[in-house]
Nanobody, 116 residues
């Protein structure tokens, strides 16, 4: 499985960005797709996830602002980020679960910078 993330950038606080993650390869094996982020000097943390049947999960700090969605026809998962805050600044990574419950495939990161 290969994951290609895109859509990061620089935005002012209160603005919006949409991240995309296109999957290729053995996509039939993907059960869950999700987004993580890592801010400078901090550990990587989960942001949102979506199962193959569309069930979603979010970390508390992004609930109501971020929306994860999945287009199975395009093998792509999206993260719509609204009302962005400076604390959302991080490198965002998409990931996939193919076996078990842990994310076992990772895409390259895409930088999201929110200015105050």
């Amino acid at each position: 499985v290969q994951l290609q993330a895109s859509g990061g950038g620089l935005v002012q606080a209160g603005g919006s960005l949409r991240l995309s993650c296109a999957a290729s390869g053995s996509i039939f094996s993907i059960n869950v797709m999700g987004w993580y982020r890592q801010a400078p000097g901090k550990r990587r943390e989960p942001v949102a996830g979506i199962t193959s049947d569309g069930t979603t999960t979010y970390r508390g700090s992004v609930k109501g602002r971020f929306t994860i969605s999945r287009d199975n026809a395009k093998n792509t998962v999206y993260l719509q980020m609204n009302s962005l805050k400076p604390e959302d600044t991080a490198v965002y990574y998409c990931a996939a679960v193919t076996q078990g419950e842990k994310y076992d495939y990772w895409g390259q990161g895409t930088q999201v910078t929110v200015s105050s």
